[in-house]
T-cell receptor, first 112, second 114 residues
Framework: DVKVTQSSRYLVKRTGEKVFLECVQDMDHENMFWYRQDPGLGLRLIYFSYDVKMKEKGDIPEGYSVSREKKERFSLILESASTNQTSMYLC???????????FGPGTRLTVT | AQKVTQAQTEISVVEKEDVTLDCVYETRDTTYYLFWYKQPPSGELVFLIRRNSFDEQNEISGRYSWNFQKSTSSFNFTITASQVVDSAVYFCALNTYSGYALNFGKGTSLLVTP
């Protein structure tokens, strides 16, 4: 079974803090993704990566950056957390471009 | 542009009823892929099915079945004899040949009561 793990289920941070969300997959997948999920807005893509050190902006990249130094690990970075970044963050991976994506359990981030 | 519409925001049924969740998609690509995911209260999205645009055969997996109709751009999901454990938010998603990311619908929240 594909396993995607995220570093925290719940996280509380203060405005202005730098926040790191970590995601690890164990199936040697090429692609990794970060989404945020908000009530009424559904899932929106923040960034994705199709190879080590490669990244592409999604629909809402502002205020975020990512890092993929190793194939199995994809990090989402909030350079200076703001209250409007309070959300559920979901990491996913897929073997190749149009394959099904497998999701981690999510990190519910609250910025106060 | 790609778009997925799930017009049903919430559905409530009594256990053992059949229920159909609607999904309508828009794309100009001729090659595309459709997906259904389940998100139970625990929060993790669970992959259910993937369909490509060249395969219009209906799919059945236990109590779950999917009806793909290109003529109406729909990919509907039916749960037969619903159970309480089916209570979840269900998402339909689209991926086209030109991109990597999934375009999700807003989801349909299904509540199955005993």
């Amino acid at each position: 079974d594909v396993k995607v793990t995220q570093s925290s289920r719940y996280l509380v941070k203060r405005t202005g803090e730098k926040v790191f969300l970590e995601c690890v997959q164990d199936m040697d997948h090429e692609n990794m993704f970060w989404y945020r999920q908000d009530p009424g807005l559904g899932l929106r893509l923040i960034y994705f990566s199709y190879d080590v050190k490669m990244k592409e902006k999604g629909d809402i990249p502002e205020g975020y950056s990512v890092s993929r130094e190793k194939k199995e690990r994809f990090s989402l970075i909030l350079e200076s957390a703001s209250t409007n970044q309070t959300s559920m963050y979901l990491c996913a991976s897929s073997l190749q471009g149009r394959d099904e994506q497998y999701f981690g359990p999510g990190t519910r981030l609250t910025v106060t | 542009a790609q778009k997925v519409t799930q017009a049903q925001t919430e559905i409530s049924v009594v256990e053992k009823e059949d229920v159909t969740l609607d999904c309508v998609y828009e794309t100009r690509d001729t090659t595309y892929y459709l997906f259904w995911y389940k998100q139970p209260p625990s929060g993790e999205l669970v992959f259910l099915i993937r369909r490509n645009s060249f395969d219009e055969q209906n799919e059945i997996s236990g109590r779950y079945s999917w009806n793909f109709q290109k003529s109406t751009s729909s990919f509907n999901f039916t749960i037969t004899a619903s159970q309480v454990v089916d209570s979840a938010v269900y998402f339909c998603a689209l991926n086209t040949y030109s991109g990597y990311a999934l375009n999700f619908g807003k989801g349909t929240s299904l509540l199955v009561t005993p």
